[in-house]
T-cell receptor, first 119, second 109 residues
Framework: DAGVIQSPRHEVTEMGQEVTLRCKPI?????LFWYRQTMMRGLELLIY??????IDDSGMPEDRFSAKMPNASFSTLKIQPSEPRDSAVYFC?????WGTGGRITDTQYFGPGTRLTVL | DAKTTQPNSMESNEEEPVHLPCNHS???????IHWYRQLPSQGPEYVIH???SNVNNRMASLAIAEDRKSSTLILHRATLRDAAVYYC??????????FGKGTKLSVKP
């Protein structure tokens, strides 16, 4: 298994530009998570999906951020317009959900991350 | 979400056991205790998780206090590759994990 795949691995863009980060979860997993990591704030959960449906997006910083999961094998996180304070490493993780309503994921498998720099 | 308290950093010598503590005094009955670690320049990696009983796997052991208000991750023989930030996390009915600052483990040769 290739694990969680993220692209691009590095992205440098200018303030105001649109940025799209991509994630391919592990085949067979039905939950997907987007995180952001900075030195100041640590690892923050932005949004998570269960069976392609967004369950909790309360961690999304503001309306400039949006995430989609059109099918079980692909998700995107879009920032439009981007700002320098969005510079961070963005991780995608996937897992198998179970429990009442399928909301518990025992183990999350993380991708290598996308390092975003907004100038 | 219930919170955890971990030391900011710990040091260990190579090939010696390491005990990483975690306090979670506000844990609820349905919260699982998860441990993840993050090696430099990599994404977090699952280590182990448990609910009430002690757990063992190929990576580590998890010792859970009887009242579940604390737990300890045990690395039986630390190697240089175990140098990482270790996160103790409580996962509950919402299915999401809230990462804290973790413990930065340094391993000396």
């Amino acid at each position: 298994d290739a694990g969680v795949i993220q692209s691009p691995r590095h992205e440098v863009t200018e303030m105001g530009q649109e940025v799209t980060l991509r994630c391919k979860p592990i085949s067979g997993h039905n939950s997907l998570f987007w995180y952001r990591q900075t030195m100041m704030r640590g690892l923050e959960l932005l949004i998570y999906f269960n069976n392609n449906v967004p369950i909790d997006d309360s961690g999304m910083p503001e309306d400039r951020f949006s995430a989609k999961m059109p099918n079980a094998s692909f998700s995107t996180l879009k920032i439009q317009p981007s700002e320098p304070r969005d510079s961070a490493v963005y991780f995608c993780a996937s897992g198998k959900a179970w429990g009442t309503g399928g909301r518990i994921t025992d183990t999350q498998y993380f991708g290598p991350g996308t390092r975003l720099t907004v100038l | 979400d219930a919170k955890t308290t971990q030391p900011n950093s710990m040091e260990s010598n190579e090939e010696e056991p390491v005990h990483l503590p975690c306090n979670h005094s506000t844990i609820s009955g349905t919260d699982y205790i998860h441990w993840y670690r993050q090696l430099p320049s990599q994404g977090p990696e699952y280590v182990i998780h448990g609910l009430t009983s002690n757990v063992n796997n190929r990576m580590a052991s998890l010792a859970i206090a009887e009242d579940r208000k604390s737990s300890t991750l045990i690395l039986h023989r630390a190697t240089l590759r175990d140098a990482a930030v270790y996160y103790c996390i409580l996962g509950g009915s919402q299915g999401n994990l809230i990462f804290g600052k973790g413990t930065k483990l340094s391993v000396k040769p």
